[in-house]
């Protein structure tokens, strides 16, 4: 690498994305600690964090199906597949009764991580999106659990 390269091209993560990431988990961890503070909004935080984790489920599908379409051939499959985040997170926060914290919570963090999967086992992405991929998913993951836990 030369000094005129620039810093992801030696696998690091850009700071932009990377500032904006960090800045994304936080209703992710910001959430769980307001109901903790203020037991009264318990129910409108933890909805608000479901609500929250199935907007980023639907960026995560977007981002597979924007890398996907640059193809001239998109596969069929991955298109297909870069949709399941989107319609497993409406699915979860439109169904009625469906308890938050016991169910909810805990399904839209398996989607998170299964979303993570991909993303990491993926070639298309840059060098540093998975190292990046992780470190989000895990965040996300840790207020999603601290959420269902309230």
Do not use: C, H, K
């Not at 909004?41 to 995560?60: N, T």
């Not at 439109?94 to 990491?120: E, F, H, K, M, R």
């Amino acid at each position: 690498m030369t000094s005129a390269d620039p810093p992801e091209a030696a696998g690091r993560i850009p700071r932009v994305v990377l500032a904006w990431g960090l800045a994304g988990l936080i209703p992710f961890l910001g959430l769980p600690v307001l109901a903790l503070a203020a037991p009264g909004l318990e129910g409108l935080a933890d909805r608000a964090l479901g609500f929250y984790a199935a907007v980023i489920l639907s960026f995560l599908g977007g981002a597979r199906w924007g890398l996907e379409i640059r193809s001239e051939r998109p596969d069929p499959g991955v298109i297909a597949l870069s949709m399941v985040p989107s319609v497993a997170a409406w699915v979860l926060i439109a169904s009625p009764g469906l308890p938050i914290n016991t169910l909810q919570l805990p399904a839209l963090a398996t989607a998170l991580v299964l979303s993570w999967l991909w993303d990491i086992r993926s070639e298309g992405p840059p060098p540093w999106f998975a190292r990046l991929r992780s470190l989000l998913t895990a965040g996300a993951v840790a207020g999603l659990a601290a959420g269902a836990l309230s």
